[in-house]
């Protein structure tokens, strides 16, 4: 069965700094891979998604994810964090083995930025 | 991308009664979710909507609890059942845009409805 795991309840991280983000992903096939957001009271934003060709894939905000084959990673990455940026990230896999192709959700890490 | 229109955005239930949430699209679209998201949990698949047949619910899911309407490709509506404290959740509505239903299509999110049962 697909799943992801978010190894990180929450990272710290302070504004100008580069952020990591981490998601690992186990798969039969190949691997469809997904991030979003989620802000306070409100629902799930699309930040980016790898399908396949490159593996360091740009999105929105500012936001970039390296793909990682050997790792089975699609660590979510920014150069230089803001605090506009805190919120929930939550990593997801297409579920290839039904028929709905529904989402499969890790379990979110609530990212701070400190001023 | 799609515009999600959930309503409503909050309420406040007692146990034993229901609540419909309503989920409009600005566009026509294939499959629709009903998401299930607990107090500091990630998100659970409820059901997946197709308009013209019956809902597919997940594991754990069941049709008297949760059930669903799909009358046209714009418009699906969750009724959370009998409710029970348990049930306090965000629930979110989800869809494909049609004609690229594939495995590499982002899934789009209404904003959500935060329902407490007391």
């Known amino acids: 069965a697909q799943s992801v795991a978010q190894p990180e309840d929450q990272v710290n991280v302070a504004e100008g700094n580069p952020l990591t983000v981490k998601c690992t992903y186990s798969?039969?096939?190949?691997?469809?891979l997904f991030w979003y957001v989620q802000y306070p009271n409100r629902g799930l934003q699309f930040l980016l998604k790898?399908?396949?060709?490159?593996?360091l894939v740009k999105g929105s905000y500012g936001f970039e994810a390296e793909f990682n084959k050997s790792q089975t990673s699609f660590h979510l990455k920014k150069p230089s964090a803001l605090v506009s940026d805190s919120a929930l990230y939550f990593c997801?896999?297409?579920?290839?083995?039904?028929?709905?192709?529904?989402?499969?959700f890790g379990t979110g890490t609530l990212l701070a930025v400190q001023p | 991308s799609a515009v999600i229109s959930q309503k409503p955005s909050r309420d406040i239930c007692q146990r034993g009664t229901s609540l419909t949430i309503q989920c409009q699209v600005d566009?026509?679209?294939?499959?629709m979710f009903w998401y299930r998201q607990q107090p500091g949990q990630s998100l659970t698949l409820i059901a997946t909507a197709n308009q013209g047949s019956e809902a597919t619910y997940e594991s754990g899911f069941v049709i008297d609890k949760f059930p669903i309407s799909r009358p046209n490709l714009t418009f699906s509506t969750l009724t959370v059942s009998n409710m029970s404290p348990e049930d306090s959740s965000i629930y979110l509505c989800?869809?494909?845009?049609?004609?690229?239903?594939?495995?590499?299509?982002?899934?789009?999110f209404g904003q959500g409805t935060r329902l407490t049962v007391v």
């Open positions: 790898y399908i396949t060709g490159d593996n």
């Open positions: 989800s869809v494909v845009s049609r004609g690229q239903m594939s495995m590499n299509t982002e899934a789009f």
């Open positions: 997801a896999v297409r579920d290839n083995g039904g028929a709905t192709n529904k989402l499969i």
């Open positions: 798969v039969s096939g190949n691997p469809y």
């Open positions: 566009s026509q679209v294939t499959m």
